[in-house]
């Protein structure tokens, strides 16, 4: 084969290391995410606000029925940016490891296990010939004895816990704008404000109480609960205006 | 080997990532969506239709076999653009699933359980070597205990639910009609007239009894009827005169 | 590799969609229908009539051993076009599938889903690595409960119910034909004379008893009748004058 | 890879279709058979006549225990020509499974279900990966309740029935001999003298009883005999002058 | 494929040696480990010193549960440099390993068994097809019936034992340091003051109490403990100035 | 790839055939034959003589210990050149084969017998992928009821059964003499004469009790004597003045 | 691909021969072995003497830990040149099959047949597809009733026994040595201090007691006995001033 400049035939093979030490399919798996949807997740006093860009391609599409943001358990679920075919499989996986947990010790798995859990096959996913890595990011968050907790998990297969977290090709602007203006001791309802603003400035088109999407975890009791479209359209009122022009910029920050 | 500039070689296999992300494999598989002929699945006040454009090659095939809308169950079907033999694996496994479902659970399998299932074997077949994705899009139309839905899964193995939507070469012309005649509060009646007339525009050939196939399913009750040549007959006297020369542009896409 | 311009590479890999969302192997595989021998399927009044060009590559082969119509059940047959151990193989499971199906249900396999289990063979064949497509056609053709029916299946595993239908080398002229002259009331003898006709035009040498081979299954009954060489040699003697050229156009045609 | 002109690349792989529908590893197989030394194989009145040119090497070989025709049951035999090593796994296959259906059936096999089956062998290493054809023609003869019967089957697992027939280098000169001189109801005797004649064309050294083999099949009894050296040497004694040239005549034909 | 000077080629299958008797592909592999976090593993009188650059890409990091320094077991731990979700893996296996070992034998696993299993699966994705190496060094140490015990074990699967060692970028500046000033005879204290100059030596950002990770494993009683960020933000402050420019040096050095 | 004029790429994958009906692997694993030492198999009126060149790369090595004849059981031995752990693993198998045949049938294998075990080993090797071929050539010699044989197996797997042959480096040589010098009526002693100045016609030093190895097998009784390297001199100074000076031709060969 | 001159595409994949015979691959592996470190193996009156050069990357290493020459059984010891990792992948396999051996057949394995089974693992590597041969030489050394042997296993599986031998970078020097100075007769102190006079030759800096390796096994007895570093300081006390500048030369030399 004859390639061009980039890779120079490294990156064909997902079992292969180039020269410098890099495994070129997983940043290309990379890329995927960082063209994918914007999803944030943000802890807050009481809990964790989960809030996703959910973009129809024709207002045909029962928005209803769509849904980004899964639930996993009662306390437990996650957000994805990147191919959704690969998103779905990978919760099913975690659906499933939450409820072998349950039976198997009675007790509900932690956020970190079951994160590692998909980090695992995501691992396994970049090292074994016949396979391709999964194109997606996950955010997990979730309430167990820990009290709340996020985590985000790449490609790779390596996670980070984070206090405010983006993901998709609003990340860089999101970033910036939680690194700034994040603070832990602000309440759920501040936080949902603070996510939908945030969320605002990464997308294409006026957001409404159908293209988005939010969950919100208590820490007290671990209940997961979707807003309705009439709470989203309350929230999104409380909003500023938005006529700050920093969407704009940082596009070339990498991940 | 050598090729020409699209692609750069990460084309060829399927479990691989270009370099910005994408998996082209499954984007070549949309492509022969793209060129198969035009399904239309359109939710109604009382049910769902569905109509597909079945031309045949020769007036020698003997058209009332030749089927493209395929029952799936008492309450289910699925109309296909594509690859019409990757379809039938698509379908017979869909089928058993069905009848899996009644079998273990007593119960009728819901629409969308059908759909990921159907979703996550075609997602299966973008992640692992040794397989091709399936080259056909599916329409899974059905009623259940939320009443009528109408999903697509794509090559990718990706889903949506839809109000009103097509597939195949007529699918532009189709939901730029939709969007602007769709109305959910319409008879069945008058659906299938809107769905013929919308048919009618993406094919090549005048629309006749014996070149389209159309089903409904009523919500009440939950019942298959495929319309009898007779009947489509009498609903393709109804349509108005088809005057507008849109029909003509796109005539190059093939089947 | 360094390959001309013809499919870019595309065509080396039978799993892989070129960008156009072709599979070039399965359309090679129907090339190498369309260099076999001619092939004829025709439904009349009676019955069905089966028709095939055997010419031999010298007269000193056994022409009453060599058979090109294969009999898979008291009521059914196929008649191939293109690799013939290929086809040979395709038969074996056939026969046996019509066998296992007798014995599990004590009922005679119908004609639609013995045509659809070597489809599903044929499609599995496109879709997985490994294997290369089957490279014949073959028109199935039986008598059941529907009462008579013909089908061609494809490589790509495809398949089509037809009231005359033809394959391989000779196809573009035996359809134009058969459009012109096929008429479903004809008696047997009609339409073995008509078959006969048809297969003649296609053929490189003249049509002699032994050069051809014409097997009938009565809708009465459903009996399979390998016609015996005299009985070949009186419907020869019976046909018109072959003075006209057609034979030689139509050749660009496509399938 | 950058290949010469032949082939374009589609003759490495041997489940790959070129695009005009060939299998060119199968047509390659078949030069190895093109290379091979020649065999016969004649029908009489009386039986079968087999005869191979088993020219040695050296001298120094014991000629005596050099068989290029192999006896696989009482009433059965197979001359090969192509690569010896893999006809001996053929025929050691093809006696395999004539003791297994004497033991099953408690009947002998009947010589077109044992060609069918080393047929089909050939075939499966054709269509699936990992394999190579098998680069050798049998002439599989013998007698049962059908009579004599005399089979080629081709690296392709494709087989024909012959009265008389040849393989390996001197086909082309040895089929235009018989085409010219075969006549079915020779005695055994005539008939040997004629495969003589043929085969003595086809040879690069003088003929002689140690670098020949003759095995002859009577229909009577369906017995194998092996001739011995001196039955052989007074049957080339027999032999009228060789004063032909034809042997240097129809080398580019092709089987 | 064309590619540019090095390896020519040699360097795309993991299972295959070069002219000069290279692994490439286990060499790339050493380079991820270059690219690393750099990680200390220094022995002294009381017992072993595990630090770690853990400098995170956001302060929106939990960095309290983002840890380098992995318990494997009571007595034992591990620091990794490298691709990170690889180093899970084999941590993961390292602690199944020890769990095994202690039901089995009713004893605790050496450290060298531990390392020893380590290496073998490294190993072992040397030489199979199908895998690649594993991307990461491990620095195992340990307390255990031999004394205390320092272990590095490469990509390539090879170990050795060390007094004080480094993997990671900064690798090169601080094994110069350890040659220089490493006494096995200073105590806990002391070699901890060692090992964060020699740390602070290798980072791109100032050294604070969130950014490194330090733990000790006693001699007497092999305890695992886990610096606090207070006690780490104690030793921070009593080293001494950091006014040498020697972390610029020595950085062609390699391993 | 690009290759250079030889074998245009068919050369590279065993199970490829090249258009003129070659398989290249096969031949080129016959070179490695043509480079090993020479060895000798001579049959006389008492039996069997061996002979091999085991000219040893140092003084250093046990001479002794090292043996170029193996024996397979009380009446058959085998002499070897190629590559050399090749041959040992034909060896355990000829060994173990033979082993089970006598606990199977309880009679000792017959020299054909297994020697065409030992073809149908290495013909495998060149059908299948994943496998190349042995790279040596065995004489297989050895005494049963048919009386003294001497067969020798190539790469390919085909075999012969010879009088007097040769095979390694110093092959045409000795065939060369053997032609015009072997005479079956001679005696063991005058036939070891024979053969250890046909050999030492091919070796690049002089002859001598520890470079050369010679096995007999006498036909009464079939004993396997190896010759102590006192009687192997005593033949050695029996031989004619080596005047001749066809021994220094050759010599670039390697081994 | 496009290669450089060497090996023209035939070294990449290893089981495939070039057109001259040879299996580069295998010539490859053997390059790492001769860029190993130097190893010895030397017979005398009472038993053999191994002794390695063990020079650490750095003073830092734990050189007690480190060897180089493993134990197998109690009489039978093993040292090994090229990859470190691959060698202890055969040492364990040796163990087990010492073990294995023990438990069976009650006895202890002979040194042959361990060397043996370590060549046919070798020999496996080399001609199967998906594997690559190990990059190690093993000199394998020991005591059984056939007495004192030493045997040397290359990368291709083939393996010899020699009364001295040395492998790894110094072999040529090495070799060269114990052919001028080699006497089977000397006791076992004068063959260490041989064997430390050929070590040192090969070595980069001075030899002490650290950086090598000694391990000798009493013929009476079989007792391996690894030398304290201060039995090696003192053997080391007892050399000849080293002036000679032989090492220097001889470079080129080829194994």
Not at 80 to 92: K, Q, W
Not at 207 to 213: A, F, L
Request: proline share 4%; charged share 25%; net charge negative.
């Amino acid at each position: 084969m004859v390639f061009g400049p980039r890779g120079g035939g490294y990156d064909h093979a997902i079992t292969v290391f180039s020269p410098d030490g890099s495994l070129y399919q997983v940043s290309y798996a990379a890329e995927a995410v960082k063209k994918g949807s914007t999803a944030l997740g943000v802890k807050c006093k009481d809990g964790i606000v989960l809030a996703v860009d959910k973009s129809l391609p024709s207002n045909l599409v029962e928005s209803e029925s769509f849904e980004k943001i899964f639930q996993i358990d009662d306390h437990m679920a996650t957000a994805s940016s990147g191919i959704i075919a690969d998103a779905r499989v990978l919760v099913d996986r975690a659906r499933v490891q939450a409820q072998v947990h349950k039976l198997t010790y009675d007790e509900e798995i932690s956020v970190m296990a079951l994160t590692k859990s998909i980090g695992d096959l995501k691992q396994m996913h970049t090292q074994y010939g016949g396979l391709r890595p999964f194109g997606v990011s996950l955010i997990v968050a979730g309430v167990d004895s820990e009290g709340a907790q996020i985590f985000v998990t790449e490609p790779s297969g390596a996670f980070l816990e984070w206090k405010a977290t983006a993901i998709g090709s609003g990340k860089p602007q999101a970033m910036d704008l939680f690194e700034r203006e994040y603070e832990p001791t602000k309440s759920m309802e501040e936080t949902i404000l603070l996510s939908l603003n945030v969320l605002r400035k990464s997308m294409d088109s006026e957001m409404t109480s159908s293209n988005i999407e939010v969950v919100v975890i208590t820490t007290e009791g671990g209940q997961f609960n979707r807003l309705t479209p009439e709470e989203v359209e309350s929230f999104i009122k409380q909003l500023p205006e938005d006529d700050e022009e920093e969407g704009e910029e940082g596009e070339e920050e990498e991940e």
